[in-house]
């Protein structure tokens, strides 16, 4: 079975543009969420959809939006690119967090830096 | 609130040798799962086990055990036989099982340096 996937795994921005990250879960998987990783915050939760609905949002501006299709497949949005932005962004999937034992499995990341 | 630490920022370990990286957590949830992932210098977070808290035995995965002690809140994670493949960043985290979500909470994890 495929893992998670992540495109792109790199990309350059200048500040002030918009940039859109995406990720492909493991077959059969309904939730994902998205995850930002900086060396000074560490990992730091972004948001989670379930079957295309948004359920959980971390602590982020209004800048920073997602969304889910209908396969599954997750999409996550950064409008007015600021230098605070240049991270790792981890994509994770699970099968339905309802299950006790339900666990994320994550992508290979899109690095971003924005100059 | 939840919350993950990881007190070990970084640790060596001789290769062959056992290895066990601390974290405790705190949560007011009281049904939690908690969760070890490796993270080598790729990038790919690379999950390794999970204890749920209801869970009566430590959990296992090959040559990776959890040693949870759940009064003490601790959730640690021992790797025997150290291998120079298992240098890599190490992050404990936890997930509210209560509150349906799949949002994990990470801590700030313990790099690990195999020596041959």
């Known amino acids: 079975k495929a893992g998670v996937t992540q495109t792109p795994r790199y990309l350059i921005k200048t500040r002030g543009q918009q940039v859109t990250l995406s990720c492909s879960p493991i077959s059969g998987h309904r939730s994902v969420s998205w995850y930002q990783q900086t060396p000074g915050q560490g990992l730091q939760f972004l948001f989670e959809y379930f079957s295309e609905t948004q359920r959980n949002k971390g602590n982020f501006p209004g800048r920073f939006s997602g969304r889910q299709f209908s396969n599954s497949r997750s999409e996550m949005n950064v409008s007015t690119l600021e230098l605070g932005d240049s991270a790792l962004y981890l994509c994770?999937?699970?099968?339905?967090?309802?299950?006790?034992?339900?666990?994320?499995?994550f992508g290979p990341g899109t690095r971003l830096t924005v100059l | 609130a939840q919350k993950i630490t990881q007190t070990q920022p970084g640790m060596f370990v001789q290769e062959k040798e056992a290895v066990t990286l601390d974290c405790t957590y705190d949560t007011s949830d009281p049904s939690y799962g908690l969760f070890w992932y490796k993270q080598p210098s790729s990038g790919e977070m690379i999950f390794l086990i999970y204890q749920g808290s209801y869970d009566q035995q430590n959990a296992t995965e090959g040559r990776y055990s959890l040693n949870f002690q759940k009064a003490r809140k601790s959730a640690n994670l021992v790797i025997s036989a150290s291998q120079l493949g298992d240098s890599a960043m190490y992050f404990c985290?936890?997930?509210?099982?209560?509150?349906?979500?799949?949002?994990?909470?990470f801590g700030q994890g313990t790099t690990l340096q195999v020596k041959p």
């Open positions: 994770a999937s699970s099968l339905d967090p309802t299950f006790s034992t339900d666990t994320q499995y």
């Open positions: 985290a936890m997930r509210g099982i209560s509150s349906n979500t799949g949002k994990l909470i």
